[in-house]
């Protein structure tokens, strides 16, 4: 007993004693230390930058402090931080990986790419760091480069998924469907682990408008791992989108009761119950504006509206999501989708051409301009969008989105008829013209004469 308190106080008062006893060097250490310790990110902030303060040249320090700053979403701060982490340690791996990734996040794919290729001159064998080149070159538009990094993850470790993964998500991203779900069943029988290949297979049934498809991809996904919260999100809208409220309700109670710390959980719980009963959704709508402070967060919500058709809901979160960051290249386009929709005509081709601008996938916002203008009867630009991007070729293919379109709008598919036909007889790249030449074949097997 009598040794008990004595550590206790001796303890209690060396923590009281720190700032005469100890030097600055030391006292930064033991920040570090209390900052690991605590549960609350705000004091663990707090500890981290007195540590930085009082022992600038702390490599540990930094780290932790930029460390947590990319986990708030501060990414510029956090770039600031990993960028100090590296003058003072080089070749320390983890602040390379957490550099690449601010600034993945601020857009700046030149500048991660960078840096994870100095990384893997210092471990060419990890595939971590490959992953995060090939989605770094994927989203800066350097399609054969990240289709480099995803096949060697595949071929070295073939056991794993994130090569199936990564490799599907660029086929699907550019346009090349069969490719990608070609590289997902070749995963399925080779891979041990498969939550992310049936979530990949997920998106994919969705993006062939196949929701009941994608909501069973998601359930498998979801018996390999019940916290995939990811699937569960997805699976959610896919059941409101085919009008299964119900099921929609006890999927996002499962997804709350998972993910009990998260508003954005909660929120789309609270939605999924008055979707359920039939009730207003305003008042959750208001309390999502008050609740939700990052762009990520208000998008995700928007999407799972846009997917029930509440336009007017989405553009409010999205132009409050757009006030955190205005150069967030999906939320640009998410509100250029939802403006379009209450014929808000102008205000639609300058969200989109700025999330096109901002590095969004170019080929997407192409076609969603040409259905733009062809609301406003805009037929010259109609094609000029399309030509444009067919010109795309082979860095994204047009066929599906075009078809897709075309399908359902017997003018866009007379237009696009016409596109093909000028581009076939372009000057330009081959691939390109012979791309829309094979376009425009499968046009006239759908109906219809140039």
Known sequence: MGLTLSLFFGTHLGEQAAGR???????????????????????????????????????????????????????????????????????????????????TALGKYGAAAKVLNDA??????????????????????????AERQYHWIKMVYPAEQEGYVGLSQ?????????????????????????????????????????SGGAVQSYKKALACSSMDHDSRRRMIWCYWE??????????AKRLKSYDDDSDLAKLEYQLARCLQKGCPIEPVLDRA????????????????????????????????????????????????????????????????????????????????????????????RVQLQLIMALQLFPKYQASHGILRVAEKSPAFHRLAMGACLKRAKMEGPEDAALNAARILSQLKDRGGRP
């Open 289 to 380: 504006t008050k609740t939700l402070e990052n762009e990520e967060e208000l998008l995700c919500l928007a999407q799972g509206l846009l997917r029930l058709k509440k336009y007017q809901a989405s553009i409010r979160l999205l132009e409050r999501a757009a006030g955190f960051d205005m150069k967030d290249p999906g939320v640009l386009f998410h509100l250029g989708k939802a403006l379009h929709h209450v014929e808000r005509i102008q205000h639609a081709e300058e969200a989109l051409c700025a999330a096109m601008s901002h590095g969004y996938n170019p080929l997407d916002v192409r076609l969603e301009l040409a259905k733009l203008h062809l609301a406003s009867n805009e037929e010259k």
């Open 170 to 210: 660029l086929w699907r991203e550019t346009g090349y469907l069969d490719h990608a779900k070609r590289v997902l069943e070749e995963g399925l029988s080779v891979a041990f682990h498969k939550e992310g290949i049936y979530r990949e297979m997920g998106r994919l049934l969705e993006e062939r408008s196949d």
């Open 120 to 145: 893997l001159r210092l471990r060419p064998q990890s595939a971590p760091v490959r992953l995060s080149l090939g989605d770094a070159y994927l989203l800066g538009g350097q399609v054969r480069e």
């Open 242 to 251: 085919m009008g299964e409220f119900l099921s929609a309700f006890r999927a």
């Open 21 to 103: 006893l100890m030097t600055e060097s030391d006292k930064a250490a033991w920040l570090v230390h209390r900052a690991k310790r605590t549960n609350k990110e705000s004091k663990a902030l707090s500890f981290l930058l007195q540590a930085t303060d009082l022992d600038p040249l702390n490599e540990e320090a930094q780290f932790a402090l930029a460390g947590l700053l990319l986990k708030k979403g501060d990414f510029e701060a956090a770039e600031e931080r990993f960028v100090e982490t590296l003058r003072l340690e080089e070749e320390m791996l983890e602040a390379m990986l957490g550099l690449a990734q601010a600034r």
